[in-house]
């Protein structure tokens, strides 16, 4: 199972929020790529950067902090948050991203969406299933959906699209754990994808009972910068 670290970025700095409330911010680095060259050093081969302030505003705001990333580390970058427009997408592949992260977009308009996957290949996208009380969320979770997140899923799936990564916000930032038995019947109901685990991770033990469940990856974040699992943990782990 991938360990993926988080990099969520607002202002062009690391911070975290919780249950995705951007009035519970805590700020954790003034500089994102010397936070993504820790994790390169760790060993850590994937990475996992949001740019908030671009799913607040509805289009792609911290450009730099990709670029530099993409740059300057060897990282794999998933990027996403407010990717409104094709040509975001020839950007954020340009600048070096291996995934563009797609959310709001494919609840919003999802014919556009399909037309991009035919257009870039599906598997150059990476879908953000977001999920309060298993329904989607969209615009940075401050909107919820009535679309049930097994269609959604289901939706694209179809369409070719295998990676995907779930989030259940009422257990984003909270260090209480994941969503495993979320992830279990998501994974049952669509074998087909690659499904990485985020929110909630809190313990090395998380992390060994979603590979349990079958997840092939886990997004990693405040639990990192909280210390509650060390960079030398997630080492261990994928040995």
Known sequence: MEIIPAIDLIDGKVVRLTEGDYSKKTEYASNPLDIAKQFEDAGLKRLHVVDLDGAK???????????????????????????????????????????????????????????????????????????????????????????????FIRQYTDKGLRY???????????????????????????????????GGVTTVQDLHDLKEAGCHGAIVGKAIYENRISLQDLKTFNK
């Not at 990027?79 to 070096?96: E, N, P, S, T």
């Open 57 to 151: 505003k509805g289009a792609v705001v911290n450009w730099k902090v990709l670029e530099d990333i993409a740059a300057k580390t060897s990282m794999l970058v998933d990027f996403g948050g407010g990717v409104k427009q094709k040509a975001d997408v020839k950007r954020i592949m340009d600048a070096g991203a291996r995934w563009v992260t797609i959310g709001s977009m494919a609840v919003k308009q999802p014919g556009v969406f399909s037309e991009w996957l035919d257009e870039y290949g599906s598997g150059n996208f990476f879908l953000g299933a977001d999920v309060r009380d298993g329904k989607i969320a969209v615009g940075g979770w401050l909107e919820t959906t009535a679309i049930d997140v097994h269609e």
């Open 164 to 198: 995907v990564f779930c989030t259940d916000i009422s257990k984003d930032g909270k260090l209480e754990g994941p969503a495993t038995s979320l992830y279990k019947e998501l994974l049952v109901r669509n074998p087909d994808i690659q499904l990485v685990a985020s």
